[in-house]
């Protein structure tokens, strides 16, 4: 059986890793599984996408369309020309997506169109806002979708509702939180840490890349202001996507306690996440991951596609004014925020599940 692995951007390495991991393990056993490493280039600095491969010990892709940056229709036309040169060297039996991201619904659309299987892991999650490329992304992908690989009952009942019937929804889990738990021994202390004289729980780390929040300079500038001044004392840890970057004029951020960094790998981003008193962000994933970890969680969105973090998790949402900051660091610095728990097979065994999975649909 030979199945695609797709991996475009930053969110997508820490998801297929453990996936191929289990593929190896299962194929050491003597199953007849093999894989090929698709890289649509969508992420391409070596911040945002190699180093996740050194330290996540992936594998080299088999092929890079390289695709680099573009607007969601360039991007989505090339990767979808790359991928079918791709599948016509060699039909795979089933074409595994992961996420969210444009080259998930790209590479879905071709391998449909081509006869081929296609699983989706994290399958069923949705926003409701439509003004998300992302969730445009979600629910097209999961228009012809074979099989879901689900990470919570929430996405188990949006597909209910949608009419999927239930063979096609396996309740699998979360891969992320398998590279997170897997990870947990090697983390790695980032330059960050003593350059900032940093002490456990005693700084924020911050995250911002939504078009929501970034997008708009002065917009970006207020939620900034807003997190440093209540930060106090506290350093605020800033590792800042490409795309923040371009719209922030550094001579402005003079901010005392603000260290405004390059993206971090990811050994040394949960390193931070873990130690941190808490997390500002506008990211899904870190909300997953800091709800295992059971760091707090403040999220600067309207919306959320995994309300499971904040019914369960550390999560709150606050929307998009900064001034909704206010009240979550009061109860922050009181030592009043929630404890949280795990959702239900966050385990670190979801891959061996999707992989079992597998196994059945040849
Ligand atoms: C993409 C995903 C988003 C995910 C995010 C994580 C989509 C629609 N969005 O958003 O879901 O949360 O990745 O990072 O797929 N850039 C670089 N170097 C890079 C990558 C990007 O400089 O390696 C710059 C590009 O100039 C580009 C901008 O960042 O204009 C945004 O990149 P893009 O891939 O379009 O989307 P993201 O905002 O990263």
């Not at 979808?80 to 879905?108: H, K, N, R, W």
Request: proline fraction near 5%; hydrophobic fraction near 40%; include cysteine.
């Amino acid at each position: 059986m030979l199945i695609d692995m797709i991996a475009g951007a930053r969110p997508n390495f820490m998801k297929v890793a453990p996936i191929i991991n289990a593929i190896k393990k299962r194929r050491s056993e003597g199953a007849d599984l093999s894989f090929r490493l698709v890289h649509t280039g969508q992420h391409y600095d070596k911040k945002m996408s190699e180093s996740f491969f050194e330290q996540l010990n992936i594998p080299s892709p088999d092929v890079n369309f390289g695709v680099g940056s573009g607007t969601q229709a360039e991007q989505t036309a090339k990767i979808m020309t790359g991928y079918e040169q791709i599948i016509l060297e060699e039909v795979p039996d089933v074409c595994l997506v992961v996420g969210d991201v444009t080259s998930t619904m790209a590479c879905a659309i071709t391998a449909k169109k081509c006869g081929v299987i296609v699983v989706h892991v994290e399958g069923g999650i949705r926003s409701g806002d439509w003004r998300m490329p992302e969730e445009v992304n979600r629910v097209v992908t999961d228009s012809i979708t074979d099989y879901f690989y689900t990470t919570s009952e929430h996405a188990n009942n949006n597909l209910r509702k949608q009419g999927v019937p239930a063979e096609k929804v396996v309740y699998v889990g979360n891969t992320m939180i398998d590279s997170l738990l897997a990870n947990l021994e090697r983390l790695q202390k980032p330059a960050v840490w003593d350059k900032g004289n940093l002490r456990q729980k005693e700084f924020i780390l911050m995250t911002l890349h939504r078009p929501s929040n970034v997008d708009d300079g002065a917009g970006l500038k207020k939620i900034i202001d807003r997190v440093c001044t209540l930060s106090g004392d506290y350093p605020v840890i800033f590792p800042v996507h490409p795309r923040t970057m371009k719209m922030l004029d550094m001579d402005e951020m003079n901010y005392p306690n603000l260290l405004a960094i390059e993206p971090m790998g990811y050994l040394e981003f949960i390193y931070l996440l873990k130690h941190a008193l808490a997390v500002v962000t506008d990211s899904g994933g870190i909300t997953e991951e800091a709800t295992v970890l059971g760091i707090p969680c403040m999220t600067l969105r309207d919306s959320t596609e995994r309300p499971e973090t904040i019914e369960e998790g550390t999560n709150e949402l606050l929307g998009t004014d900064p001034e909704s900051l206010n009240d979550s660091f009061d109860k922050l610095m009181k030592g009043n925020w929630k404890k949280g728990s795990i959702p239900y097979l966050w385990d670190g065994k979801t891959s061996t599940r999707i992989v079992d999975h597998l196994m059945s649909i040849s």
